[in-house]
């Protein structure tokens, strides 16, 4: 079975197999059980052996979730989002993972494995986390933490984007705008409603809650807050950072454009001009004289010379 438990034995916490934990929980003071949801193993331990509410062990095992808090029979169902390990493998932005707390016990489920778990299991064998209070708000501490850095890089990235705003390069920045813009909106999909979930923990009347644990969840809420906010801004940004580069876009193709016009209209008198007298007709003017060929090129200079100058004085290149 691909999950294991942690247990809290004095001062430090010891690594333990999931049976061995399972025989420590109601004597031990805090008992972490993390499960894999992948495992079939794990899903019949949860169905059939946990006792668990049945409709913690639905919200547990669900393979759509939102960040959420719900107090439920003495405990809490929560649900958070952090990054992965492995994004790729994930349709959402962010990965979930789904904890039922109560006193001396919490059980998480996963499907893909968090980047902020182990910062959180070395706190765990250290002997830092005393209760579910203290494990759950190193979660969410340890989430937003991992999470911050992420969200700062996406307005940075736009920051770049604006600075090469010269014209050049537009569909590079067109598709880093795009990602930004769309990694910004998955993103916020679940950290506003993580916020919320955080505040409402923090408010939940739990004996396993103590005060310092509702003010490192009310900084977690915070931050998320924050992190939404600027989210929000990334998003207003990118929308308008793309309508610029579609403005110049269009500008650069107006500029071709007219460039293409301006030179067809300088050729067209000029091709009138070789085709009219490249007629294989009888009584052309000077068709026989020596220097007619140097004539009509000098005349076609001057035709396009005339031209040009005409377009440079309404200022057409403009």
């Not at 405990?75 to 790729?88: H, S």
């Not at 993972?97 to 902020?116: D, M, N, P, Q």
């Not at 579609?246 to 008198?269: C, G, K, N």
Request: one cysteine or more; aromatic letters at 6%; charged letters at 25%.
């Amino acid at each position: 079975m691909r999950a294991f438990g942690n247990v809290l034995q004095g001062d430090h916490a010891s690594h333990v197999s999931l049976e061995e934990a399972l025989a420590q929980t109601g004597v031990a003071p805090l008992v972490w059980l993390h499960l894999d949801a992948n495992d079939p193993e794990c899903i019949a331990w949860l169905e059939h052996q946990s006792c668990l509410n049945p409709i913690v062990i639905a919200a547990l095992v669900a393979t759509e979730t939102r960040p959420r808090a719900e107090a439920i029979e003495g405990g809490a169902l929560i649900n958070l989002r952090g990054l992965a390990e492995n994004p790729e493998m994930i349709d959402d932005s962010l990965a979930s993972i789904r904890i039922w707390a109560e006193k001396g016990r919490v059980i998480s489920v996963f499907r893909h494995r968090l980047t902020a778990m182990p910062k959180v299991e070395a706190k765990m064998i250290a002997g830092r986390l005393r209760d579910p209070g203290d494990l759950i708000a190193a979660i969410a501490v340890a989430i937003t933490e991992q999470l911050d850095p992420d969200v700062a890089g996406l307005g940075d990235a736009l920051d770049d984007c604006e600075e090469g705003l010269d014209g050049q390069r537009l569909y590079a920045l067109r598709r880093t705008i795009s990602r930004v813009r769309s990694q910004s909106i998955g993103y916020r999909r679940f950290v506003s409603p993580q916020r919320d979930a955080l505040e409402r923990l923090s408010a939940l009347h739990a004996d396993w809650l103590a005060d310092d644990d509702r003010l490192h969840l009310k900084e977690a809420a915070d931050r998320a807050a924050r992190m939404a906010e600027e989210l929000e801004a990334v998003r207003e940004r990118a929308a308008l950072m793309h309508e610029q580069v579609m403005d110049l876009r269009a500008e650069q193709l107006d500029t071709r454009a007219l460039l293409i016009s301006v030179v067809a209209l300088v050729f067209l008198p000029l091709t009138f001009v070789t085709g009219l007298l490249g007629m294989n007709v009888e009584g052309i003017p000077f068709a026989h004289e020596p220097w007619a060929f140097q004539g009509v090129l000098w005349v076609c200079v001057a035709i396009a010379v005339a031209i040009t100058g005409y377009f440079l004085r309404a200022h057409w290149f403009r």
